[in-house]
């Protein structure tokens, strides 16, 4: 009896399995069918492509194409190398690596990339979800479109006012300061370290701050959800990562599931200490900390309970923790690469320290007091925000993605009209702000692109600087971003000198093939945003000085 069962589980069990495989190969080829009609219409048109067949796309030139870049380096630099092997369009072409990613049109010109933002305003497309997901957890500000992320950015704007994101300079100082100190630790060693990881966990501690009063104490010690977050990262595979074992290595589903549920834990005790903070103080001036504003203003039109709503709470724990994701990734990687380029130029830097002399006067430790009482001397910097600018156009820290629509078509200088039907659109910003065609010595660091006037030959183009993005989706976080590295940079560059150790790096840790793009060692890697190359391991030493 008990043997008949088996067999009758077994062979049932086979049928569901078989049935299972089946459903899942129809489906495949049924996308693929999809995939590959659309791109055989688009190349009977004459657009744009590389090397294109019906059985693989465009896969089969793409180990080529990456095999000109450093192993793990960004494939978006590989394409914007690519975008200048068709001369008759205006730096945009239409890539099919399916099924490693959606239909692509990659767009590297600054004239289509401000129709695709602005012109049109076309949405974000679902395959982001499942890039930001395993940091932040669900449907956040930056993945959701239409009337869900109208009601959300309304929410946040005043939170990120630049007059609200001022008044945060007291709490930036106070991490900014344990950074220095840990900058003068390893100058007193004279050791290698990852300036990358130590500004990461840096900016983590003052993130936490601004978005919900939390303090992490990353720099000096383990915080759960810091070390949550940075383990997510670390997992997280990339959408250009082509390796299967590691693109669906059975583990990181399992990590990822287990670092959300760590930050949602710890979160949520944070946003319960707000709740009680808020009851306690009301009718009182609300607290500035991101989620204090939102949290005033949604309570604004209900009765205080005696625990925070629970659907309040879980969309808020999201938010934060895209919050904590972008608002320190992006923001590190910019101050490990202005200190990084400002290094290779010291007649750039030596100008950086001139302006802050200027300002702060020469004594450097009088910087965090002055700004203490006057925040806004931070904004007296233009050569300081120059620099920073020309930083984010060499290094941006991400592209931006949307998906194409019915009937929408960009139309490039020439008049050919590019469908988006069907394709995700591809705004390569590297590739945008290093376009020979917009920018004159595209690869140099200039600042003084950000100081000249219109009739300049050095003047930034229309639309071609989009780090932030352009348009009702640009960066919510532009302020605190660029409030944060003004900052550091003045309480960093007049005391210290750095330099990065690629060289000894590189006979300690030998590999074959390329070692720079656009000739920069420090070329970016997909680690959640964009970093440099193996953390930019670096030397700090102390600035021989009378003063401190």
């Known amino acids: 009896m008990v043997a008949s069962i088996v067999d009758l589980v077994i062979r049932y069990g086979a049928r569901v399995a078989l049935a299972l495989v089946l459903v899942i190969v129809v489906r495949f080829l049924h996308e693929m069918l999809k995939v590959r009609l659309l791109f055989y219409r688009l190349r ?12 693989a796309g465009n896969l089969r030139m793409l180990p080529d194409l990456m095999q000109r870049h450093p192993k793990g380096s960004q494939q978006s630099e ?10 008759n369009s ?20 600054p004239d289509l990339a401000v129709q695709a933002s602005q012109t049109y305003a076309l949405p974000k497309p679902p395959v982001l979800a499942k890039f930001f997901n395993p940091f932040a957890g669900g449907p956040n500000l930056f993945t959701t479109n239409g009337p869900e992320w109208k009601r959300t950015r309304g929410l946040f704007n005043a939170a990120f006012s630049a007059s609200n994101i001022l008044q945060h300079t007291p709490h930036i100082l106070e991490e900014a300061q344990e950074y220095v100190e840990i900058l003068r630790e390893h100058a007193r060693k004279g050791d290698t370290f990852s300036l990358d990881k130590t500004t990461c966990d840096y900016v983590l501690d003052i993130i936490g701050h601004v978005a919900m009063k ?3 104490h990353s720099q000096r010690g383990h915080n759960p959800v810091a070390a949550a977050l940075r383990s997510s990262v670390e997992w997280h595979c990339q959408d250009e990562e082509m390796n299967p074992v590691i693109r669906w290595n059975p583990m990181r589903p399992i990590m990822q599931w287990y670092n959300g549920r760590t930050m949602n834990h710890y979160i949520g005790i944070e946003l319960d200490k707000r709740y009680e903070a808020w009851k306690q103080q009301k009718p009182s001036t609300r607290a500035n900390s991101i989620i204090d504003i939102v949290l005033a203003e949604f309570m604004s039109t209900r009765p205080a309970g005696a625990t925070l709503d629970s659907e309040f709470k879980k969309w808020a724990t999201i938010q934060i923790r895209l919050f904590l994701f972008a608002g320190h990734d992006s923001t590190a990687a910019t101050i490990v690469y202005s200190v990084y380029l400002l290094s290779k130029h010291p007649q750039i830097l030596s100008q950086v320290r001139k302006e802050h002399d200027a300002v702060f006067g020469s004594d450097i430790s009088a910087a965090p007091g002055m700004l203490q009482q006057h925040p806004e001397l931070i904004n007296q910097l233009p050569y300081t925000l120059a ?22 078509y960009l ?31 595209p690869h140099a660091f200039k600042p003084d692109r950000w100081l000249v006037g219109p009739d300049h030959p050095l003047y930034p183009p229309k639309g071609a600087w989009r780090p932030f993005e352009h348009g009702p989706r640009d960066c919510i976080g532009q302020a605190l971003a660029l409030l944060d590295i003004k900052i550091t940079l003045v309480l960093t560059l007049r005391e210290f000198d750095f330099q990065d150790q690629y060289a000894q790096w590189d006979r300690e840790h030998p590999r074959p093939g390329p070692k720079t793009v656009f000739g920069e060692r420090a070329y970016q890697i997909p680690q959640g945003g964009s970093h440099p190359a193996d953390g930019l391991p670096c030397r700090v030493s102390l600035r021989n000085l009378t003063t401190r």
Request: hydrophobic share 40%.
């Open 78 to 87: 590989a394409f914007a190398v690519l975008s200048y092997e068709f001369p």
């Open 90 to 109: 205006d730096n945009c072409f239409y890539i099919d690596a399916w099924p490693f990613t959606e239909p692509l049109l990659v767009v590297t010109s």
């Open 411 to 441: 139309h490039d200088k020439n008049g050919t009209k590019y469908p988006t039907e069907g394709v995700c659109i591809w705004i390569i910003h590297g590739a945008i702000q290093r376009n020979p065609n917009y920018w004159p010595d």
């Open 387 to 408: 620099v920073i600018k020309e930083t984010l156009r060499l290094f941006p820290a991400a592209s931006a993605l949307r998906e194409g629509q019915p009937g929408v």
């Open 214 to 216: 939390a303090r992490f």
């Open 44 to 55: 009977k048109q004459g657009l744009p492509m590389p090397q294109w067949d019906f059985a």
